[in-house]
């Protein structure tokens, strides 16, 4: 398996942790049976649940780019040293970003983001 797939699976990894740390935390908070019935609107936690929860969402939004551009590479055969290198930059600064945001640090979680869309922006570029 290539670095950008094994990176993939690791962040895939990643987002199956953060939303088992915002559904559980989202259980400390909320009464069991209004998160098992049919919410209408969107249920948030308070302080470091919903910060969770968010950055959880957040997760899901650059996984899709994340997924895309490493399928595209490896598919096309142009998986290289630079993918691979935007791969690991992708998921270790989206690891520091789901620390930074739990602890509560607001600009470094702004910097940490824009490291996580370098990473992403470092694979495309292998693909133009």
């Known amino acids: 398996m290539t670095a950008d797939l094994t990176y993939l699976v690791w962040t895939v990894a990643l987002t199956i942790?953060?939303?088992?740390?915002?559904?559980s935390g989202a259980m400390s908070q909320i009464a069991l049976p209004i998160l098992a019935g049919n919410r209408e609107a969107p249920v948030e936690g308070r302080g470091w649940v919903g910060r969770a929860q968010r950055a959880?969402?957040?997760?899901?939004?650059?996984?899709?780019l994340f997924t895309a551009?490493?399928?595209v590479a490896h598919v096309s055969g142009q998986a290289n040293a630079m993918t691979a290198l935007g791969a690991?930059?992708?998921?270790y600064s989206r690891l520091a970003y789901l620390v930074v945001y739990l602890v509560g640090v607001p600009w470094l979680r702004t910097v940490?983001?824009?490291?996580?869309i370098v990473g992403l922006v470092m694979?495309?570029?292998?693909l133009v």
Do not use: P
């Open 123 to 126: 694979i495309l570029l292998q």
């Open 112 to 116: 940490v983001w824009c490291v996580s």
């Open 17 to 23: 942790v953060q939303v088992l740390l915002a559904s």
């Open 56 to 64: 959880h969402r957040n997760m899901l939004e650059s996984l899709v």
């Open 69 to 71: 551009l490493v399928l």
């Open 88 to 91: 690991a930059l992708f998921f």
